[in-house]
């Protein structure tokens, strides 16, 4: 089934096929990663961002944790007027930070889609607009230092949450990894700012409430385990710099101050540290902590940019390859494509033209050095020996006519001759007849009277010696007309015998006709091995190919090309055998209606000899007549000078003259015979040299008739080249239409009877046009 819509394609659309997936697919491929290194950027640009996002988030949480120590000492001091110091140059820092979150928000508000993100969003805003109340509260002591820390306390965690939320905009697993690390690292932080404001307060009040004291050691607990997971998270580098700073100075001070808180809760004394030392320690070592932060937050935004600048760099490399590699495959392609089907089609097109006749053809592409090139010069020498056999054939048919023509005009002006001469002479015949069947009655008359009036039988003797020597002359003029038509017989004879010469030469022509198609058959057999070859050509690609693997699948698929080309060049071919078999045999019929011709003209040079030997015998006989009537006239003479002797053979003379009579009788009944028969067999010769040279085919094909008036529906009974018998009658010039959309011919009525008549075509019909006419015919006798 594949096989068969392949097959109904043309070759454009199957070089279309073949060249279209790869360039399609290659386009695809390079569209698909294009969008998937698209896609990537897009996600690489959100990453930026969720990196300025974080770094403007974390350093307001940053500042929040310290003003919410700040604010922790404040309270526990009952408003001291260190702490007081304190906590107005932290707000201003708070408010600066704040207020570059603000902006980072609005620009970040598409990076949150879900209804949770975005409820997470408007909790911090919320929070973040009711700071300044809280803020007024602190400053008035109406609040308590869990209170007053709660507060803040709350906006980190909201803040740290939006963090969280961002680990799905994250574009590789990698840096979400780092995203989660930096997660561990901002929670122990918040642990860390939570211990130093219980610190503060601590420090602050030289107060170690158990609540504060249980507070305090689970803060230490939960940095410890939240530095466990930053370890388990992230790759060694930043492990490493995380124990660097935990083994640091700060860390160890803080460690050593925060002994001291726990040792006070268990008992022992609050002292050591003020408040704002303890603060101050605990600032530093969450101060390292923030720059561990904004460095793990710096690497990853560098990261993504360097990220999306090469994706960016990968998307443009795909979009100039497309540009580079797909259209110039595309335009190669069309060119291709281009340069095959429109000469290819360009030669079918001729064929076609050629096939119905068409001699008007200029094919082109001769010159090209690959298969078409043959192609097209075997179309051309197909061109060239068509136009020689239609030249032939019309020479052949023109030197047919001139023969004919003038066959006609001879034969009609002997029939004419020896009609008028057989005519007169017979007519002569039969009056000397009559007259001897009288002149006979004369002389039995006279010899019944003979034995009383000699002296009449000798004036009838002398009479019937005149009327004798008149037969005589008569007889020898009737001899000498039978010669001229005898003559004239022999001419005709000649005339035939030089038709069959001509004839002859006509067959010699169609016979190197059959040679020169012959000629062709071998060009296409050319064709044919080279359509052969680079068959064999392309199934030696299509293994090479099989062998390259992979790098030899587009060879495979031209290999396939040129060997579904070089079938199609082979069906070509065999088109053209068939086309040059059918020229043969056309030819060959030809060569058998020009024997059936000479051997008709040889039947005519023998009917002309049956004339000729009839009118040799017709002349014996005047001969011989003329010597009867010498010898009548010497009896008559013998009985002129034997008077005497009359009375004794006046019966034998009576029977004599009764038996002359009878041959005179029946000599005029031959005359007349001969004066009707001798035109019929001329006029017989004359038709059958006058007979069609152009052999009739039978066939049964509706036509229509159009002349002057209404167009006539018949049907064709025989038809040939130059003719066709139709049913009905037809008169003067016409249109005939042929069936089968061939056409319309211009013809004439050549003889015309109540029941059908002979039409004669103005022009030839093709041999194209008569084999498809004679292949309707067929077909619809095997229907």
Request: aromatic share 4%; hydrophobic share 40%; net charge negative.
């Amino acid at each position: 089934m594949f096989s068969r819509f392949l097959s109904s394609l043309s070759i454009q659309n199957k070089l279309i096929l073949a060249s279209a997936p790869p360039i399609l697919a290659l386009t695809i491929f390079a569209g698909l990663f294009g969008w998937g290194e698209f896609q990537h950027s897009r996600q690489m640009s959100k990453t930026v961002q969720v990196t300025q996002f974080t770094t403007d988030l974390s350093d307001l949480v940053h500042e929040l944790q310290k003003e919410r120590g700040r604010t922790a000492g404040f309270v526990s001091s009952k408003g001291g007027d260190v702490q007081t110091e304190g906590l107005t140059e932290q707000k201003q820092a708070t408010n600066a930070a704040l207020a570059n979150f603000i902006s980072a928000a609005e620009r970040a508000e598409n990076l949150f889609h879900t209804e949770e993100q975005k409820a997470h969003l408007q909790t911090v805003n919320r929070l973040l607009d009711g700071l300044e109340r809280h803020r007024n509260q602190v400053g008035t002591l109406q609040l308590g230092v869990p209170q007053s820390v709660g507060a803040y306390t709350e906006i980190v965690n909201a803040l740290i949450r939006l963090v969280q939320d961002e680990l799905s905009l994250i574009a590789t697993t990698e840096m979400s990894t780092e995203m989660t690390g930096l997660i561990s690292l901002m929670r122990a932080k918040e642990a860390a700012g939570l211990e130093r404001a219980q610190g503060n307060a601590a420090f602050s009040s030289s107060e170690m409430p158990a609540a504060r004291h249980q507070a305090i050691m689970s803060l230490a607990s939960q940095q410890v385990g939240m530095f466990d997971e930053f370890r388990n998270t992230m790759p060694v580098e930043w492990t490493s710099r995380l124990e660097t700073l935990l083994a640091g100075q700060s860390s160890s001070q803080v460690d050593t101050a925060r002994e001291r808180l726990i040792q006070a809760g268990y008992g022992g004394e609050l002292n050591g540290y003020t408040s704002s030392e303890w603060f101050d320690l605990t600032t530093r070592r969450i101060n390292e902590l923030k720059a561990l932060e904004d460095a793990l937050l710096a690497s990853i935004g560098q990261r993504a940019m360097a990220v999306k600048a090469s994706t960016d760099l990968r998307v443009a490399l795909i979009g100039v390859m497309v540009l580079l590699v797909v259209l110039p495959a595309i335009v190669f392609a069309y060119f291709l494509i281009n340069n095959i089907v429109g000469p290819m089609k360009e030669i079918t097109d001729n064929l076609d033209r050629l096939a119905k006749g068409d001699l008007d053809v200029k094919v082109s592409g001769t010159d090209r050095g690959d298969e078409i090139g043959v192609l097209a010069s075997a179309a051309q020498q197909f061109m060239m020996m068509s136009a020689q056999r239609e030249q032939l054939v019309e020479e052949n048919r023109r030197n047919e006519q001139e023969a004919l023509h003038e066959r006609r005009k001879v034969l009609s002006q002997m029939a004419n001759e020896v009609e008028t001469a057989t005519g007169e002479s017979v007519r002569d015949i039969v009056t000397v007849a009559d007259s001897l069947v009288e002149t006979a009655s004369r002389i039995q008359s006279t010899l019944s009277d003979a034995m009383s009036n000699a002296d009449n039988a000798n004036a009838a003797t002398s009479s019937s010696l005149e009327d004798t020597q008149r037969a005589s002359d008569l007889a020898a003029e009737l001899n000498a007309a039978i010669q001229e038509v005898a003559e004239s017989i022999v001419r005709g004879d000649q005339l035939a015998r030089d038709a069959v010469v001509m004839a002859t030469d006509s067959k010699s022509c169609v016979e190197d006709l059959n040679e020169a198609t012959q000629q062709i058959g071998d060009f296409v057999r050319v064709i044919t091995e080279l359509a052969d070859q680079t068959n064999l050509l392309a199934l030696n690609a299509t293994i090479e190919s099989a062998r390259a693997g992979e790098h030899g699948k587009g060879f495979a698929v031209v290999a396939s090309e040129i060997k579904q080309l070089a079938s199609q060049t082979n069906k070509s071919a065999t088109q053209i055998t068939e086309r040059v078999k059918q020229i043969q045999e056309r030819t060959g019929t030809a060569v058998d209606a020009i024997n059936r011709i000479s051997e008709s003209i040889e039947t005519l040079g023998g009917v002309t000899s049956s004339v000729a030997a009839a009118v040799e015998e017709q002349r014996a006989s005047t001969d011989s007549f003329a010597n009867f009537l010498n010898s009548n006239r010497a009896a008559i003479e013998v009985v002129a000078s034997k008077v005497a002797a009359l009375a004794d053979t006046t019966r034998e003379t009576s029977a004599g003259a009764s038996e002359i009579a009878g041959r005179v009788q029946d000599m005029a009944s031959a005359s007349r015979t001969a004066n009707e028969s001798i035109p019929k067999i001329v006029q017989k010769a004359v038709d059958a040299a006058d007979s069609r040279k152009a052999p009739r085919s039978p066939t049964d094909q509706e036509i229509v008739v159009k002349g002057s008036g209404k167009p006539l529906q018949t049907r064709m009974t025989d038809l040939s080249q130059t003719g066709a018998r139709v049913v009905g009658a037809t008169g003067g010039e016409f249109e005939v239409e042929l069936p089968g959309n061939l056409g319309q011919v211009k013809a004439r009525t050549a003889w015309s009877s109540d029941k059908e008549s002979g039409v004669e075509f103005e022009k030839p019909l093709s041999s194209n046009i008569m084999a498809q006419l004679l292949a309707m015919h067929k077909n619809s006798d095997a229907a």
